[in-house]
């Protein structure tokens, strides 16, 4: 008896002190749940940038995830590079329907960009449905860019004059953030702004590469995130979402996992329910780190996370991570007439049908594919 008590006892000694071992490293690194870190961000700052890398499922999985807990905390705004600013009235429309119509999701989203086939995107538009069938406080999603004037391109050296050119993209990025002052700052209400990681930018200025040489520096007000950042820049902030990043020959250049691996390392020595996990970059030591072999550390010395983003969220490491889910016959005619408008303007075919859209749909999905499958096997040293 008294040998099983002292083997009890053994145990609950050692799990004490794994327990406090891992506690040790929560409190040293600062860290949150990736929500939470959103949520106490949003208690001094009005607008957040959440960027990512593009079609990484676990990536758009987490936007889908904390569509509840924004509308819990009464931030009832999602702006998205995903869908257009021209279909406000009809995202609202979908948002507040008695049943959710995934067609309209469909071409909603296609509508945007005719090639955007991924299941996990128009779950997004799917879950803020859900939040407002159940809550009085009214989810929306906003486009940040408006649709594409394809009239302007008639042929392919149309995109050469620098007019036409200016007449298709309709506007730029410091439209894009008037939009968001507009509904925010001018109406006293908050937002996370979900895009691509370079539009997200805030304060960083992105290198200038030519020739795998940095040249310069983007100006400040080049990105979206910057437009709103340098006008209110007590209350916006950008997150970043941890995916590889390319290397230090320019964006062209062979991917790389950030900072040498560290944040991937370092999930093996948290607490199991600390697999994700979050940071504010000033307040981490996980933010001082210096990276000297990413496209992001050029021109900078002694380059940290800090330099770069306020903070950032760690789903999965790099060699986790998965590509976002095709859909399958994703236009359709609903959809067709602005495919086909995209098409001539991009790929100069002209009256494409609806199979042969969807067929190179397909066949982009599978070489993405491939080359997403192929990177990660040379970054994380996988076999075939």
């Given at each position: 008896m008294k040998t099983l008590l002292f083997a009890l006892l053994i145990i609950v000694v050692c799990s004490c002190s794994e327990q406090k071992k891992e506690q040790t490293f929560v409190e040293k690194y600062k860290l949150y749940k990736p929500e939470d870190l959103i949520i106490d961000a949003f208690k001094n700052k009005d607008v957040i940038f959440i960027g990512?890398?593009?079609?990484?499922?676990?990536?758009?999985?987490?936007?889908?995830?904390?569509?509840?807990?924004?509308?819990?905390?009464?931030?009832?705004?999602?702006?998205?590079?995903?869908?257009?600013?021209?279909?406000?009235?009809?995202?609202?429309?979908?948002?507040?329907?008695?049943?959710?119509?995934?067609?309209?999701?469909?071409?909603?989203?296609?509508?945007?960009?005719?090639?955007?086939?991924?299941?996990?995107?128009?779950?997004?538009?799917?879950?803020?449905?859900?939040?407002?069938?159940?809550?009085?406080?009214?989810?929306?999603?906003?486009?940040?860019?408006?649709?594409?004037?394809?009239?302007?391109?008639?042929?392919?050296?149309?995109?050469?004059?620098?007019?036409?050119?200016?007449?298709?993209?309709?506007?730029?990025?410091?439209?894009?953030?008037?939009?968001?002052?507009?509904?925010?700052?001018?109406?006293?209400?908050?937002?996370?702004?979900?895009?691509?990681?370079?539009?997200?930018?805030?304060?960083?200025?992105?290198?200038?590469?030519?020739?795998?040489?940095?040249?310069?520096?983007?100006?400040?007000?080049?990105?979206?995130?910057?437009?709103?950042?340098?006008?209110?820049?007590?209350?916006?902030?950008?997150?970043?979402?941890?995916?590889?990043?390319?290397?230090?020959?320019?964006?062209?250049?062979?991917?790389?996992?950030?900072?040498?691996?560290?944040?991937?390392?370092?999930?093996?020595?948290?607490p199991s329910d600390f697999k994700s996990y979050a940071f504010f970059t000033n307040e981490s030591i996980l933010g001082e780190i210096v990276d000297s072999s990413s496209y992001y550390s050029l021109g900078y010395d002694s380059f940290t996370l800090k330099d770069l983003c306020h903070g950032y969220i760690f789903l999965k490491p790099v060699c986790d991570q998965n590509l976002a889910g095709y859909i399958e016959n994703f236009i359709d005619t609903n959809s067709i007439k602005h495919a086909q408008e995209q098409v001539r303007v991009w790929l100069d075919i002209k009256d494409i049908s609806i199979e042969a859209v969807n067929d190179t749909l397909k066949n982009w999905y599978n070489q993405k594919l491939e080359a997403f499958n192929k990177g990660k096997r040379g970054l994380c040293h996988l076999e075939d």
């Open positions: 990512e890398a593009h079609w990484i499922k676990e990536e758009v999985d987490f936007i889908k995830s904390i569509i509840p807990v924004l509308n819990k905390n009464d931030i009832n705004i999602l702006f998205s590079e995903f869908v257009s600013y021209d279909d406000t009235k009809l995202i609202d429309s979908l948002l507040t329907a008695d049943k959710f119509d995934e067609k309209l999701a469909r071409s909603i989203t296609s509508r945007s960009l005719f090639e955007w086939s991924y299941q996990e995107y128009i779950d997004i538009l799917h879950v803020a449905w859900e939040v407002n069938q159940k809550s009085e406080k009214q989810f929306r999603i906003i486009g940040l860019l408006k649709d594409y004037n394809c009239s302007a391109i008639q042929k392919p050296e149309d995109f050469n004059d620098p007019e036409k050119r200016k007449a298709f993209f309709g506007d730029g990025e410091s439209d894009w953030a008037n939009r968001i002052i507009d509904e925010t700052y001018k109406k006293n209400k908050k937002a996370l702004v979900y895009c691509g990681a370079h539009h997200s930018i805030t304060h960083y200025a992105q290198p200038l590469v030519e020739d795998g040489k940095i040249i310069g520096k983007a100006n400040k007000n080049d990105r979206v995130g910057q437009c709103v950042y340098y006008k209110y820049p007590e209350t916006t902030i950008t997150i970043w979402i941890h995916h590889s990043w390319a290397g230090k020959k320019g964006l062209d250049d062979k991917m790389v996992i950030p900072m040498q691996s560290y944040f991937d390392k370092l999930v093996d020595s948290l």
